[in-house]
């Protein structure tokens, strides 16, 4: 039975879960296996966003898990100074003691969630990859995309990657199938069965089309999907 979003998992319970899954997150090579094409989008997204703003002063990686983005971007443009926000202390330490190795700048850490934790705007990057999902009802989305279209300076790119929904329910259960199938390939059917509780449990992902528009909404002038496989998608807008 699917779970209503008041009955998904609290930010406190993503969080503990979080906590003992660092090493999962450590490896810039593969990124999250659980993720179709993550070592592509992985360099998809670093590769736009410098695209956009080949000389960026300031970013943050929202959800930076043990750091992955945050070090994509940093092997070709190493003079970035970066606030990382995570839910997970591990996380975060992880991520502060990997990314303070290869750049040159100042390297910041907030610990909580990035709706409620306050920020100075001005960022010319912001990275937010595998969180957003974790969103719930149509005002908590709106109100996350408008804090980070708010934090953005002028000019500024949000540089997203997640699993995504399908509108029609013939295609998403396609599509779930294509999913479940990519997961047996990594680690049998019960890692499968694993992965698909803790997506019922915790995440409550939308459509990518409903993605584009309410980025517009809040304000984003240029909204453009970098890829798409199955039910991950890769996108970017700027403000």
Request: charged share 25%; with cysteine; hydrophobic share 40%.
């Amino acid at each position: 039975m699917s779970r209503t979003l008041e009955q998904k998992s609290t930010t406190e319970q993503i969080r503990a879960r979080f906590d003992s899954d660092v090493e999962r997150f450590s490896n810039l090579e593969t990124g999250q296996s659980a993720t179709i094409d993550a070592p592509l989008v992985l360099e998809l997204l670093s590769q736009a966003a410098l695209a956009i703003n080949p000389a960026p002063r300031r970013m943050l990686d929202v959800g930076c898990g043990a750091g992955n983005n945050t070090l994509k971007i940093l092997q070709s443009y190493r003079h970035l100074a970066c606030d990382l926000l995570d839910l997970s202390l591990p996380m975060l330490e992880r991520a502060q003691q990997r990314v303070s190795a290869v750049t040159d700048k100042e390297v910041r850490t907030f610990q909580g969630d990035f709706r409620e934790v306050e920020l100075e705007p001005g960022y010319d990057l912001i990275v937010a990859a595998a969180i957003l999902h974790h969103l719930r009802d149509d005002a908590d989305w709106e109100q996350g995309f408008r804090k980070l279209y708010d934090l953005l300076a002028p000019g500024g790119a949000l540089l997203v990657s997640d699993l995504v929904q399908h509108a029609t329910p013939a295609v998403q259960a396609l599509m779930w199938e294509r999913y479940g199938q990519y997961l047996e390939t990594l680690s049998g059917p019960e890692y499968r069965a694993k992965v698909f509780d803790y997506i019922e449990y915790e995440d409550s992902p939308r459509p990518l089309s409903w993605q584009l528009e309410l980025l517009r909404k809040v304000g984003f002038k240029e909204v453009e999907v970098l890829h798409k496989n199955s039910v991950f998608a890769a996108f970017y807008a700027v403000k």
